[in-house]
């Protein structure tokens, strides 16, 4: 396999070193692709918008924690083809990428790694955004007279007309086993996937089990045997072959009609789990996954699970549902993030002053993915149950991009600065009761 190596200086996105200014028309939290899809095609329709708007990320620059996470996982290309991306032409990678076809990858043109991050850098030049993220870590948001106080890490503040939540959200989720581990061992020894950074290891003899059954776990199969290890890949369900998250009819009105239609939200829920059902492999990463396995560099453990495990002689000992015992030096959790809104810090204050209904972690937003009687917006998973399944990968981001981008470009959708005092005085009303 061929290790990318992501460049940073191939992404031009510097920070704004100018000091926040205390009163901000649109203010987004977070400088992921989902916040360049954003603010690409609220440009596209009001242009007028760029001095009105800023980014704020803990690093200062545009797809930082992106970038960190391919890096780390050496993903050669991304699943989603190249018509999902942040700009508004759905061509316009293609266009990009004229002279490079080499970093499509079939079966339909995935965007290699390098070629979308030199893309999104092209995105943002195009769009004039470079110095439109303010490096800043957003803790917390607080309603204030219709609009909102963004509260920085360092103490200080800044005042949003409106605000637009598209960071990562989720904490990583971990097997209750994990929690309950009784005998002393280095932290290293146990990680989940997410502090895993796979070019800085060397692994040459170990043993290593990767617990998690989606596609960041053959990532991590298949660089942790370029370094030398063998593998121990086990799930609780059998390996699934997809070639994306969620069927293709989940980007339009094959699947979504119906799904739009459900009024109960707790259904709507199960209709996201059954659409994506758990992890799931590309057929290009089982297959090299298989021949690892042929050459006994990689063990399958399917339909097992762990229940205790115990650091002893220097590796872990770990118990097996089915009665058997493995031995390993390291333990990886490839076991996903778990979305709950309740739980971010974030958004307390709204909770405690603007109650919201939430089913299983997600809250029931309007069709426009706004917290119902006010101008604060969310994207990517927290609007899975307006956006549907892909609501946290590329192509939801653009399905969100057809909510927002009318909210805020028309008048006559906004919310009227009436509505939200009202809002706003019912809500502190029952807050104090």
């Known amino acids: 396999m061929r290790i990318v190596i992501i ?8 920070a704004n070193s100018e000091t926040t200014p205390p009163q901000i028309d649109l203010a987004l939290i977070g400088a992921g692709p989902h916040a360049l ?52 032409n759905p061509y316009e990678l293609r266009r990009f990428a004229e002279n490079r076809s080499s970093e499509l990858f079939p079966p339909y043109d995935l965007p290699g790694s390098r070629l979308f991050e030199e893309f999104c850098a092209d995105t943002v030049k195009k769009w004039e955004l470079r110095d439109r993220v303010i490096k800043a870590k957003v803790t917390r948001i607080q309603p204030k007279s219709g609009r909102f106080r963004l509260w920085f890490e360092d103490g200080k503040s800044a005042i949003a007309r409106r605000v637009i939540v598209a960071a990562g959200s989720g904490k990583p989720h971990l097997p209750a086993w994990a929690n309950q581990i009784q005998t002393q061992h280095p932290a290293e020894r146990i ?4 502090q895993v950074d796979l070019p800085s290891l060397h692994l040459q003899g170990e043993q290593i089990l990767i617990v998690g059954g989606g596609l960041t776990s053959g990532h991590l199969a298949v660089g942790a045997i370029a370094r030398g290890a063998k593998v121990l890949l086990m799930t609780r369900r059998y390996f699934q072959e997809k070639l994306f998250d969620a069927e ?8 979504l009609k119906g799904f739009e239609a459900e009024p109960d939200c707790q259904k709507r829920w199960e209709i996201i ?5 758990g992890g799931s492999m590309t057929p290009e990463i089982m297959t090299q996954l ?25 590796r872990w000992t770990v118990d097996c549902s089915g009665g058997e015992t493995l031995f390993a030096d390291r333990i990886w959790l490839a076991t996903g993030t778990k979305l709950e809104i309740a739980a971010e810090p974030l958004f307390q204050e709204m909770l405690e002053t603007h109650p919201i209904e ?8 309007d069709k426009h ?33 057809d909510r927002i981008v009318p909210a805020i470009v028309k008048s006559s959708i906004a919310l009227s600065p009436a509505i939200i005092r009202m809002t706003d005085d019912y809500c502190n009303l029952t807050a104090a009761r």
């Open 248 to 255: 293709p009819g989940w980007l339009g009105p094959k699947y």
């Open 369 to 401: 993915l706004r917290w119902p009687g006010c101008e604060l917006f969310l994207t990517g998973g927290l609007a899975a149950l307006q956006v549907g399944p892909v609501a946290r990968n590329l192509s939801g981001a653009r399905m969100a991009c």
């Open 37 to 88: 899809t954003l603010l690409s095609h609220i440009l596209k329709k009001r242009n007028s918008l760029r001095d009105k708007l800023l980014a704020f990320d803990p690093s200062g620059e545009w797809l930082t924690q992106w970038r960190r996470q391919f890096a780390a996982l050496e993903i050669e290309h991304l699943r989603s083809p190249a018509v999902h991306h942040p700009d508004p």
């Open 290 to 314: 298989r021949r690892l396995s042929h050459s006994e560099q990689l063990t399958f453990h399917e339909q097992c699970e762990v229940v205790g495990v115990r650091w002893e002689n220097n």
């Open 191 to 194: 990680r989940h996937s997410h």
């Open 358 to 365: 939430i089913v299983k972690g997600l809250p029931v937003l």
């Open 273 to 277: 789990q059954q659409a994506r059902n």
């Open 7 to 14: 460049r940073k200086s191939a992404v031009l996105m510097q």
